[in-house]
């Protein structure tokens, strides 16, 4: 009797399965390990032949995470854009539970998300974004950068911290409405933090699939570590707030930085008796440091490659300053204004972000009800991985992507030509935020270098390497040049 219940019972089980089961399940990588998944295969280096192998969309098992993987232009704009009310939440791994908290813009989903999303674009619009008003602020900083370099007087010095710290004071200008100096000791200390963060989430990722490894002996997955410079940063991000001294402006909309216009709104919510809403304390901090590590790491790497590429391309810096001298000369900076002028300097910008592609998948997310394609289902609850990587150095889109090419971007009349798979910032309603601003500071800061300086490697004859250190971002192997300052 007992052995006909359990046949029974094991039966039942085994047809509830069957029925459950996807009809068409995704295509995988290989058989998934016991406890670790695909975990132990998964390399970005690995990606383009696994898309080969499996086609645009594939499913791994990370850990006890199940996640989708998305690839080509096509795939990716038809989900993102058509379910994007199924992917507004992000899953619940290490980097949105413990370092950001599960708050601010960068891991807040659904109707909150919404709300922070509306109101910060709706501040970077008035705060000038694609006006004038960014535009001085960028060039000023643009001009800290050129006298700081232009005092090596031709010895070799090392970019990425002198950029890092301009494109910071860019955000701390928005974010704060001040600034520091390059050899501020705070500012140093600061972005310390910010490189050694970025170090720390790649060593430690198995954490996201397996959080029971934050107890691990000798923190050998640095989860105390990455705690202890959380909390650093969060204690020197308030200490700027600086809360007790802040003005509360009620009566206009003329704010001074985002943190003012914050805290006012979150004073109105008070006042109208609004409770639900993401307009509290918790989310202006998690917002802020999401602010700070998207909006200085990924635009600052990719200036620091632009001149990684002119000091590889010594005939491609010839052209753009020969360009920019044509249009503009040398006496005034470069302006928003001259852009549609400056085709070739436009047209290598957008190379520049193609080639070194500097964040390979874009944050993930996850998907709060099936989701159904032509040929197959994303399950429910599934980690959804967009793969920019596939689109950006897709051959069926730019012919010889691993080529650096900048007229790729020109036609027969050297008019730019703007390519739909040119996504460096994501697509979609949840890309990047500060996408405008980037732009900005991309073409205001390259374009003062160009025209003020030319870059020659350290030693004659002895390039600087193009492959770059890979992470969570695509970051240059450290390098030096010579800024020789041009004459008229």
């Known amino acids: 009797?007992?052995?006909?219940?359990?046949?029974?019972?094991?039966?039942?089980?085994?047809?509830?399965?069957?029925r459950s089961r996807p009809r068409n399940p995704l295509p995988t990588p290989g058989l998934a390990l016991p406890i670790v998944g695909h975990l132990h295969l998964f390399r970005i280096e690995q990606l383009p032949a696994w898309r080969k192998r499996l086609g645009d969309i594939y499913s791994l098992q990370l850990g006890s995470f199940p996640c989708v993987m998305l690839n080509g232009y096509d795939l990716i704009f038809k989900v993102l854009l058509k379910q994007h009310e199924s992917l507004l939440e992000r899953p619940n791994n290490f980097l949105h539970k413990d370092i950001f908290e599960h708050h601010g813009i960068a891991s807040l989903g659904g109707e909150h998300w919404k709300e922070q999303r509306a109101f910060l674009q709706s501040l970077l619009r008035a705060f000038g974004v694609g006006r004038n008003i960014m535009e001085e602020r960028i060039e000023r900083e643009a001009d800290y950068l050129l006298s700081t370099i232009d005092a090596a007087q031709g010895e070799p010095l090392d970019m990425s911290g002198l950029v890092m710290v301009s494109v910071n004071n860019v955000i701390c200008g928005?974010?704060?409405?001040?600034?520091?100096?390059?050899?501020?000791?705070?500012i140093v200390y600061w972005l310390g933090f910010v490189k050694r963060l970025f170090q720390l989430l790649v060593s430690s990722a198995a954490l996201n699939y397996f959080p029971i490894l934050k107890y691990a002996p000798l923190d050998i997955f640095h989860y105390k570590e990455l705690k202890s410079i959380s909390k650093s940063m969060r204690e020197t991000i308030w200490s700027w707030v600086d809360r007790d001294n802040r003005k509360i402006n009620l009566t206009d909309e003329a704010f001074e930085d985002i943190v003012q216009a914050f805290l006012t709104e979150m004073e109105r919510k008070k006042e109208k008796g609004i409770v639900n809403t993401s307009m509290n304390e918790a989310n202006l901090m998690s917002t802020l440091l999401s602010l700070f590590i998207a909006g200085s790491e990924t635009i600052a790497n990719t200036i620091v490659f632009a001149v990684l590429y002119m000091v590889n391309f010594p005939h491609l810096q010839d052209q753009l300053f020969r360009e920019i001298d044509d249009v503009i000369g040398i006496?005034?900076?470069?302006?928003?204004?001259?852009?549609?002028?400056l085709k070739f300097f436009s047209a290598f910008i957008m190379e520049t972000q193609r080639f070194a592609r500097v964040v390979p998948i874009a944050i993930d997310r996850q998907a709060t009800k099936d989701i159904h394609l032509d040929d197959y289902t994303i399950p429910k609850g599934s980690t959804v991985m967009v793969n920019l990587d596939s689109v950006l150095r897709d051959e069926s889109a730019w012919g010889d992507p691993d080529i650096f090419r900048p007229d790729r971007f020109l036609d027969a009349d050297g008019?730019?030509?703007?390519?739909?798979?040119?996504?460096?910032?994501?697509?979609?309603?949840?890309?990047?935020?500060?996408?405008?601003?980037a732009s900005m500071e991309l073409f205001l800061f390259i374009g003062a270098l160009v025209q003020k300086f030319e870059f020659l490697p350290e030693k004659d004859n002895e390039l600087p390497t193009l492959v770059p250190n890979?992470?969570?971002?695509?970051?240059?192997?450290p390098f030096k040049v010579r800024a020789i300052r041009r004459q008229k």
């Open 1 to 18: 009797m007992l052995e006909t219940v359990l046949v029974f019972f094991i039966s039942f089980l085994v047809l509830v399965w069957w």
């Open 415 to 437: 008019s730019v030509i703007v390519k739909k798979e040119l996504i460096p910032f994501g697509i979609g309603k949840r890309n990047c935020l500060g996408d405008a601003l």
């Open 174 to 186: 928005v974010i704060f409405n001040k600034r520091f100096n390059q050899e501020d000791k705070i």
């Open 470 to 477: 890979v992470g969570i971002t695509r970051v240059p192997k």
């Open 331 to 341: 006496d005034r900076p470069p302006s928003i204004l001259d852009k549609s002028k």
